[in-house]
């Protein structure tokens, strides 16, 4: 015990170099790390509560089992780090991300792990979205070579990263990668405006000579909403008239229910 309370205050704790190291049962609590190595360094079972790191390196780092409750980081470089149940803010590393996106979205997966582990499932569900965008600007760097580093892909690379990055992009449009129910009531409260307008402009016919396209406009809402609730609540002559609306309608309706047991899935399920 008195090796884990005292290990880095005896063994330094400003510009030291740890690199390449197994630390374990080591305690740093309420120190000030500036300017360390910890790169490549396996850290277990250590206790770092209230600690403060400037300008440290984590390249590499494997960090397992280690409590950094209430510490910050600032400038530290976690490109490569990997994290297991270890009790840390998540926060306070997405403040010291990478710039590199596929290095932010591997950390970000490692940390959401972490997370998920940890029981935090609030945090688990942010960082996906975190990750996936992350990967998303891989791809978009990948398939427009943004800069030389990603010279090194082939043509058939670049095809493959386009339609990743169109479906990333599709998904946290339409569902945010499956964690947000409240994008999903926007596209239902869309789809009901939309074709609620068809209909009520549908029953107008002149719109020149007919008067009445505010209130068969209102009417062409309210029997969206009915359809997305149950065609069987919708008059069957107005149905006939409008069968591809009210068709559009009640496969949108089967879709977006799927998706929204989905969401509910993975934003609550533990």
Same mark, same amino acid.
């Given at each position: 015990?008195?090796? =884990?309370?005292?290990?880095?205050?005896?063994?330094?704790?400003?510009?030291?170099?740890?690199?390449? *190291?197994?630390?374990?049962? !080591?305690?740093?609590?309420?120190?000030?790390?500036?300017?360390?190595?910890?790169?490549?360094?396996?850290?277990?079972?250590?206790?770092?509560?209230?600690?403060?790191?400037?300008?440290?390196?984590?390249?590499?780092?494997?960090?397992?089992?280690?409590?950094?409750?209430?510490?910050?980081?600032?400038?530290?470089?976690?490109?490569?780090?990997?994290?297991?149940?270890?009790?840390?803010?998540?926060?306070?590393?997405? =403040?010291?991300?990478?710039?590199?996106?596929? @290095?932010?979205?591997?950390?970000?997966?490692?940390?959401?792990?972490?997370?998920?582990?940890?029981?935090? =499932?609030?945090?688990?569900?942010?960082?996906?979205?975190?990750?996936?965008? !992350?990967?998303? =600007?891989?791809?978009?760097?990948?398939?427009?070579?943004?800069?030389?580093?990603?010279?090194?892909?082939?043509?058939?690379?670049?095809?493959?990263?386009? #339609?990743?990055?169109?479906?990333? *992009?599709?998904?946290?449009?339409?569902?945010?990668?499956?964690?947000?129910?409240?994008?999903? #009531? @926007?596209?239902?409260?869309?789809?009901?405006? +939309?074709?609620?307008? &068809? +209909?009520? /402009?549908?029953?107008?016919?002149?719109?020149?000579?007919?008067?009445?396209?505010?209130?068969?406009?209102?009417?062409?809402?309210?029997?969206?909403?009915? !359809?997305?609730?149950?065609?069987?609540?919708?008059?069957?002559? &107005?149905?006939?008239?409008?069968?591809?609306?009210?068709? +559009?309608?009640?496969? !949108?309706?089967?879709? /977006?229910?799927?998706?929204?047991?989905?969401? &509910?899935?993975?934003?609550?399920?533990?």
């Amino acid at each position: 015990m008195n090796n =884990q309370k005292d290990y880095f205050s005896t063994n330094g704790f400003s510009a030291k170099d740890y690199s390449n *190291q197994h630390i374990e049962d !080591a305690g740093g609590k309420g120190l000030s790390f500036i300017g360390c190595n910890f790169s490549y360094c396996f850290l277990e079972r250590c206790y770092f509560h209230n600690a403060k790191f400037e300008r440290c390196s984590f390249i590499g780092t494997r960090i397992s089992y280690c409590n950094f409750r209430s510490s910050t980081f600032s400038n530290c470089d976690f490109s490569y780090a990997t994290f297991e149940t270890t009790i840390i803010s998540e926060n306070e590393i997405i =403040q010291n991300l990478p710039y590199e996106p596929n @290095k932010r979205r591997d950390l970000i997966r490692s940390l959401r792990m972490n997370s998920s582990a940890m029981g935090n =499932q609030a945090a688990t569900n942010g960082l996906l979205s975190l990750e996936l965008k !992350a990967s998303a =600007q891989h791809h978009y760097n990948v398939y427009r070579s943004s800069s030389s580093y990603y010279n090194k892909y082939s043509f058939r690379d670049k095809v493959s990263s386009f #339609f990743s990055y169109i479906g990333l *992009q599709l998904e946290d449009k339409i569902w945010g990668y499956g964690i947000s129910p409240i994008r999903l #009531f @926007k596209w239902i409260l869309l789809i009901i405006t +939309i074709s609620g307008i &068809i +209909i009520g /402009i549908g029953e107008s016919g002149d719109l020149i000579v007919k008067s009445n396209l505010p209130k068969n406009i209102f009417d062409g809402l309210s029997n969206s909403t009915l !359809a997305i609730l149950d065609l069987g609540l919708v008059n069957s002559t &107005i149905i006939e008239r409008h069968r591809t609306v009210f068709g +559009i309608l009640v496969a !949108a309706r089967t879709t /977006i229910l799927g998706l929204f047991i989905t969401v &509910i899935y993975r934003r609550y399920a533990r």
